[in-house]
T-cell receptor, first 115, second 114 residues
Framework: EAGVTQFPSHSVIEKGQTVTLRCDPI?????LYWYRRVMGKEIKFLLH????????ESGMPNNRFLAERTGGTYSTLKVQPAELEDSGVYFC?????????????FGPGTRLLVL | AQSVTQLGSHVSVSEGALVLLRCNYS??????LFWYVQYPNQGLQLLLK??????LVKGINGFEAEFKKSETSFHLTKPSAHMSDAAEYFC????????????FGEGTQLTVNP
């Protein structure tokens, strides 16, 4: 069974540009999460989808970030326009919709560098 | 307020020595607790999790952790370190009051010396 995949693995862009990150969850997982780790800091929650609906987006830093999950399968996270402080590693995780004790399975992350 | 504290951003042990990575949480209600590991150039992998079934939790690769409510701790241990254990380790908590999001500690980089 394929794990969580993320694309691209690395992205280097200039301040003011737009970047779109993609996450493909494990097949059948209705929960999808985005997290971010800024250098030297802890991994922080950004938002949570249940199927195509945003369950919790309280961690999104500002309105330059837009997440979508059309059709309840893969998700995209767009940063527009990117700022220097957006640099970091963006992780996606997925889990099945069951019980509340479900394990979140993480992808390898996208390393974003904004110059 | 910080929910998860990992003491020591870097820990170095010799091969064969005990590994002890510390994690303390702040919660009035025992949460669900997790340890994840990130090997170089890979994603986070679950080592083990505590969900109130048993206070001593055994995970993969010989790791285990003990939930101590009185100390609000969930330290990770392994009796004998291998070179392959070199990685970054993250303690995380899931609180009932925060939906299903995970709150992570800052991570501990483990170095294993030959």
């Amino acid at each position: 069974e394929a794990g969580v995949t993320q694309f691209p693995s690395h992205s280097v862009i200039e301040k003011g540009q737009t970047v779109t990150l993609r996450c493909d969850p494990i097949s059948g997982h209705d929960n999808l999460y985005w997290y971010r780790r800024v250098m030297g800091k802890e991994i922080k929650f950004l938002l949570h989808f249940v199927k195509e609906s945003k369950q919790d987006e309280s961690g999104m830093p500002n309105n330059r970030f837009l997440a979508e999950r059309t059709g309840g399968t893969y998700s995209t996270l767009k940063v527009q326009p990117a700022e220097l402080e957006d640099s970091g590693v963006y992780f996606c995780a997925s889990s099945p919709l069951a019980g509340g004790q479900e394990t979140q399975y993480f992808g390898p992350g996208t390393r974003l560098l904004v110059l | 307020a910080q929910s998860v504290t990992q003491l020591g951003s870097h820990v170095s042990v010799s091969e064969g020595a005990l590994v002890l990575l510390r994690c303390n949480y702040s919660s009035s209600v025992p949460p669900y607790l997790f340890w994840y590991v990130q090997y170089p150039n890979q994603g986070l992998q679950l080592l083990l999790k505590y969900t109130s079934a048993a206070t001593l939790v055994k995970g993969i690769n010989g790791f285990e952790a003990e939930f101590k409510k009185s100390e609000t701790s969930f330290h990770l241990t392994k009796p004998s370190a291998h070179m392959s254990d070199a990685a970054e380790y993250f303690c995380a908590v899931r609180k009932e009051t925060s939906g299903s999001r995970l709150t992570f500690g800052e991570g501990t980089q483990l170095t294993v010396n030959p």
